[in-house]
T-cell receptor
Framework: EDQVTQSPEALRLQEGESSSLNCSYT??????LFWYRQDPGKGPEFLFT???AGEEKEKERLKATLTKKESFLHITAPKPEDSATYLC?????????????FGQGTTLQVKP | DAGVTQSPTHLIKTRGQHVTLRCSPI?????VSWYQQVLGQGPQFIFQ???????GRGNFPDRFSARQFPNYSSELNVNALLLGDSALYLC???????????FGDGTRLSIL
């Protein structure tokens, strides 16, 4: 069964203190791994898609990487505005569907 | 360009009633998916429609149904509401069933 587990559940950082969020997954055939950011009261905002092991994507202070079992979201020198819940999702199901299987998220708080 | 729009933003119902939630996708997107998000958890897949046909269904009871219209907008219907149906209902659209999904800000449904 396709499954996604994120750790830690919550993370508190000081402004400028770099860290990484982990997304472990099991899937019969990887068709895509997605990272989203979700602010309170809002829908998830798309950040990155990764399709194969070794792939990396960057956007401002965020960098996503992918291995055969895990994905990491690296946050370099975070700012308070990076505070949000970060969600990882697998593209699951058969090739005919676009079902996203989400982890429970990591809630990041960056203090000034 | 307008993003995914959902209506209403908030809704209060009582047990046993039914509800209809609406979603307009990003212009040009032919795939619409519905997710349920309970507080503190990641979104759970309910349905996906592509070109007006159901392409995936999650582990939800038959009280949940959906459809997609010729203009690619979509409705989610829930009958015989239960207290446990209280959640944020998210709609997402994508160009195709395997492409990144872009989410609206959801409908917050409260069941009394």
């Amino acid at each position: 069964e396709d499954q996604v587990t994120q750790s830690p559940e919550a993370l508190r950082l000081q402004e400028g203190e770099s860290s990484s969020l982990n997304c472990s997954y099991t899937v019969s055939g990887l068709r895509g791994l997605f990272w989203y950011r979700q602010d309170p009261g809002k829908g998830p905002e798309f950040l990155f898609t990764l399709y194969s092991a070794g792939e990396e994507k960057e956007k401002e202070r965020l960098k996503a990487t992918l291995t055969k079992k895990e994905s990491f979201l690296h946050i370099t020198a975070p700012k308070p505005e990076d505070s949000a819940t970060y969600l990882c999702a697998l593209l699951g199901g058969s090739g005919n569907t676009g079902k996203l299987i989400f982890g429970q998220g990591t809630t990041l708080q960056v203090k000034p | 360009d307008a993003g995914v729009t959902q209506s209403p933003t908030h809704l209060i119902k009582t047990r046993g009633q039914h509800v209809t939630l609406r979603c307009s996708p990003i212009s040009g997107h032919k795939s619409v998916s519905w997710y349920q998000q309970v507080l503190g958890q990641g979104p759970q897949f309910i349905f996906q429609y592509y070109e007006k046909e159901e392409r995936g269904r999650g582990n939800f009871p038959d009280r949940f149904s959906a459809r997609q219209f010729p203009n690619y907008s979509s409705e989610l219907n829930v009958n015989a509401l239960l207290l446990g149906d209280s959640a944020l209902y998210l709609c997402a659209s994508s160009l195709d069933k395997g492409q990144p999904q872009h989410f609206g800000d959801g409908t917050r449904l409260s069941i009394l």
